[in-house]
């Protein structure tokens, strides 16, 4: 236990260049990259809206293809910042020991990590906007409103990567990650209203729902996308800020724990 | 002029146990310095805590004039480090490596790309320019890995265990390389396994043993303060028992490994010529090395 693993972040822009190197090998993989943006989403929103769209009437005031659309920019959003910082992130921290070759320069533990989550939420801002371009094609949202969904998926993104992190920090090794899936991602996505409103949950389970981030991230969302101003916004926004603050302070500590030897 | 590198009561200990205990180093511009140690020496924690990467439990250490870690940061842009294991980028070609390390020292690109045709002349890479790294050998990881060290023309240059893994010609192409940086001015800090590395490569060496410094010196100084300058290596089945018979007799010191005998010795000639008797024995008679010192300072029990 170090006085110095508890140090607030101290950040500087020396982040950018490893931002650069991120965006520089994706680049090179940017075709296979941005068909796994589309492939899963668009799948599921296609399948299920139809599916499942022809049988209901509506949901919460719109087509179930149009709520579900708003939905699937969020999880979509959360899966590539999480898929990011956890499996990518690792492999750059433990495998191929990219974090240890940059700490050599006159770049700190901080700055990697930052990098590490504007990265993932870059990504997520990529996915965000893939799926929000196939939305407009299929005219599921006809609102200038749904532009707000680009910082929003970044938002959700910063969110995301930060919690990754704190799994990437405690990682022994790529199956530890299996269970975060499992018991964090999954649930969210069954449970924060992307398929169907919270409200249809059992109050206990409402409760749970209202405190986990991605039921705030679909909150903001749906308005958005029907080209109205979510009520408590400010909320909203402020949960998944709080959380991307929290997570990365967090995660910061426990990578500052694990790297110190 | 002030050392570029130096530690006073430097400590860590990870989890109750001592890893660095107490050690006092001071290495002056232009100096190649080696330090040697079985595994678990505490070796590379000592790179680490001098490159201000992990804080000492205790002591101070200096960095280009800089204490580190507080100000780690600024000492680094002066230093560049080749580490132990390769991490280079394996998705970028060889020039892509050093043009994303270089702006890790906040480099502007222009002055990176002019830079990169001579880092690729000093590591024999020009024509492997535009190769990816999971194409090439492991002798040009190494150079790459060096040049990439070389990026910023960093003043100091940590290396840790430089050329293991490498078949003998990689091995010298590096050391060649190593003393063209140390005509250059460039302060060395190394550490290896090979004493013949060492001996050739290094102005001086530190003997670290159980996380302290057990001896140090010029190679020749080691040789001549620790050991007797002459060996006589017995082998044959019936060694053992030679050496409880003869041994003392003939050596100021001996040990016994397995079916050989290690003689120290003053004056081998009266021992040779015995030996020359002894039709059952073979023997090999040669200078003391680094090597010899090394294994008596640091014994002969395997370390894991």
Redesign the interface.
């Known amino acids: 236990m170090n006085n110095r693993d508890f140090a607030l972040p101290k950040l500087s822009l020396r982040f950018f260049p490893i931002w650069q190197r991120h965006w520089l090998v994706w680049k090179k993989i940017a075709a296979p990259s941005i068909l796994g943006h589309l492939a899963d989403p668009v799948i599921y929103m296609l399948g299920l809206g139809y599916g499942l769209g022809s049988l209901l009437p509506t949901m919460g005031g719109m087509s179930y293809m149009a709520f579900l659309a708003a939905g699937t920019v969020c999880y979509s959003t959360m899966n590539s910042a999480s898929f990011e910082a956890l499996y990518s992130g690792f492999a750059r921290m433990h495998e191929q020991r990219t974090w240890e070759a940059i700490l050599n320069t006159p770049v700190s533990l901080d700055d990697v990590v930052l990098s590490e989550i504007l990265w993932a939420a870059t990504k997520s801002l990529m996915s965000g906007a893939a799926v929000l371009a196939v939305i407009w094609v299929l005219g599921l949202s006809h609102s200038l409103m749904s532009l707000w969904m680009i910082p929003l998926a970044l938002l959700i993104g910063l969110a995301f990567a930060s919690l990754g992190l704190i799994m990437t920090a405690l990682a022994p090794a790529y199956d530890f990650f299996m269970y975060y899936f499992t018991l964090v991602i999954t649930p969210m996505m069954l449970l924060c209203g992307v398929f169907f409103p919270v409200t249809q949950l059992p109050e206990s389970m409402q409760v749970v729902a209202g405190v986990l981030p991605l039921t705030h991230a679909i909150d903001l969302a749906r308005p958005l996308m029907g080209g109205a101003i979510p009520p408590q916004a400010l909320l909203h926004i402020g949960v998944l800020l709080a959380y991307t603050l929290v997570a990365f302070y967090v995660s910061l500590v426990l990578f500052r724990r694990r790297l110190s030897r | 002029m002030n050392p570029v590198i130096r530690a006073k009561g430097l400590q860590k200990s ?1 989890g109750g146990q001592r890893v660095v205990d107490g050690l006092d180093l001071s290495i002056g511009k232009g100096e190649c310095c080696g330090l040697l140690g079985p595994n678990g020496a505490g070796k590379t924690t000592t790179l680490r805590m001098l ?1 201000g ?3 000492p439990d205790a002591g101070t250490a200096m960095l280009l004039d800089l204490p580190v870690p507080q100000a780690a ?2 000492a ?2 002066r ?1 560049g ?1 080749v ?1 132990q ?8 070609t060889v020039a ?1 490596n050093l043009l ?2 270089g ?4 480099m502007r690109d222009s002055e990176i790309e002019a830079r990169i045709p001579s880092l690729l002349e000093f590591a024999s890479l020009t024509n492997k320019r535009d190769a990816k790294v999971p194409t090439l050998s492991g002798g040009m990881k190494r150079r790459l890995t060096l040049a ?1 060290a070389l990026v ?1 023309d960093p003043d100091v240059i940590f290396l840790d265990e430089p050329t293991t893994g490498l078949d003998p010609q990689a091995r010298h192409l590096i050391w060649q390389r190593l003393r063209e940086l140390t005509q250059q001015g460039k302060t060395l800090l190394l550490t290896t396994h090979f004493m013949d590395e060492a001996e050739r490569l290094c102005h001086r060496l530190a003997v670290l043993d159980n996380g302290k410094l057990i001896s140090q010196g010029t190679p020749r100084e080691l040789i001549e303060q620790n050991i007797e300058p002459q060996v006589v290596e017995v082998f044959g089945e019936t060694s053992g028992q030679w050496a409880g018979e003869h041994a003392a007799r003939y050596s100021q010191r001996f040990e016994v490994s397995g079916e050989s005998v290690f003689c120290y010795v003053k004056d081998a000639q009266p021992l040779v010529a015995h030996l020359q008797g002894q039709s059952a024995l073979r023997y090999l008679h040669r200078p003391a090395n680094l090597e010899d010192v090394f294994l008596k300072l640091t014994g002969r029990e395997m370390r894991e």
């Open positions: 990870y490159l990467l992990i804080a940061r600024e680094r842009i230093v480090v580490p294991m390769d991490n280079l980028d394996p998705d970028f892509e994303v390390y702006r890790y020292f906040g990439r910023n």
